[in-house]
Structures are given as C-alpha cells and as structure tokens.
C-alpha cells in the first residue's frame, strides 16, 4: 500500500556529511510514524532515528545521537536522515520505515524503502 523509495547515499570521507531522503506514495504520509534503521555487511540492522507524525517528537540512537537528525516535510511526502562528521563505522545501507507507533523495534514498523548505501571511507 505505502512506497518508500530512499535517495541520497554514497561514498564519502569521513568528517563529510550527507543528507538522505525517503520518498512515499500510495498512502497518506502525515498519518505514518517514519524511522530510519541500517545495516552493515554481515550485520543485524539496527535503529538509527525516528519521528513523530507531525515532526515534533524525534529519538535516535545513542551511537548517531549529536550527528544525526530526522525530520520530515509532509507537503512533500519525505522524511530525511541529515548525516554531519560521518565515520566509517557508519557505513552501512540505510532503509526508511513507515509504522504506526514511534519506537526502536523493527517491527513496529509495517513498510519499508529498498535502502541506499552509505559508504565512508578513513
């Protein structure tokens, strides 16, 4: 029902920042708790941030908290991952998620994008 399709990955160095963007269609965006989560190689995905459906509740992990920020644009239909002094540990694809319920847990979320890479090079 919900299309999330992520843009904005690539290959950087560290200290570089990135802004990623995750586009939805086919349902009604403002009503979707969004969040973000990645996945190294060889790796369990873990949570990175999520948002509230108007934009005013965030939380984010520990690991990116101060380096990271969500927000979302619901006139535009996209929620965004701002990504400053990246690290190689960051390295990862990056997914977008759409739920019902603003939380950490991957399954609270019910849709999700194909993911964009983030690679960041020492």
């Known amino acids: 029902q919900v299309q999330l399709v992520e843009s904005g990955g690539g290959s950087v160095q560290a200290g570089d920042s990135l802004r990623l963007s995750c586009a939805a269609s086919?349902?009604?965006?403002?009503?979707?708790?969004m969040g973000w989560f990645r996945q190294a190689p060889g790796k369990e995905g873990e949570f990175v941030a999520a948002?509230?459906?108007?934009?005013?509740?965030?939380t984010s992990a520990d690991s990116v908290k101060g380096r990271f920020t969500i927000s979302r644009d619901n006139a535009q239909n996209t929620v965004y991952l701002q990504i400053n002094s990246l690290k190689p540990e960051d390295t990862a694809v990056y997914y977008c998620?759409?739920?019902?319920?603003?939380?950490?847990?991957?399954?609270?979320?019910?849709?999700w994008g194909q993911g964009t890479q983030v690679t960041v090079s020492s």
């Open positions: 948002i509230n459906r108007n934009g005013g509740v965030t």
């Open positions: 998620a759409a739920g019902q319920r603003l939380g950490e847990r991957r399954d609270s979320y019910l849709y």
């Open positions: 086919g349902g009604t965006f403002s009503l979707y708790v």
